[in-house]
């Protein structure tokens, strides 16, 4: 079974940096494609970034070019650095398993305007 732990979050000033980290256990890292997606109340949960056992990323146009997924194979954790964060990026986020469908509990982000 597949466990995700999401922790990093917290408030930030518009224009910081965070990093965020989701610790695994039960993540086949060489088969399953993970990723990172974010929830705003009343609002559905949108896609951030993607990764994918090669190596191949992919983000949110919102995203791209302030936010870099990657994986600690050996460390069994997967990553979100997030700079230059701007209020709309607010949000509970979650590390996602793609390919087996399970979700952690999230860690929120706050940056107030």
């Known amino acids: 079974q597949v466990q995700l732990v999401e922790s990093g979050g917290g408030l930030v000033q518009s224009g910081g940096s965070l990093r965020l980290s989701c610790a695994t256990s039960?993540?086949?890292?060489?088969?399953?494609?993970m990723a990172w997606y974010r929830q705003v109340p009343g609002r559905p949960r949108e896609f951030v970034a993607r990764?994918?056992?090669?190596?191949?990323?992919a983000y949110a146009d919102s995203v791209k070019g302030r936010f870099t997924i990657s994986e600690d194979w050996e460390k069994r954790m997967v990553y979100l650095q997030m700079t230059n964060l701007k209020p709309e990026d607010t949000a509970v986020y979650y590390c996602n398993d793609v390919t087996w469908s399970y979700w952690g509990q999230g860690t929120q982000v706050t940056v107030p305007f």
């Open positions: 039960g993540v086949v890292f060489n088969t399953d494609m």
């Open positions: 990764i994918t056992p090669d190596g191949t990323t």
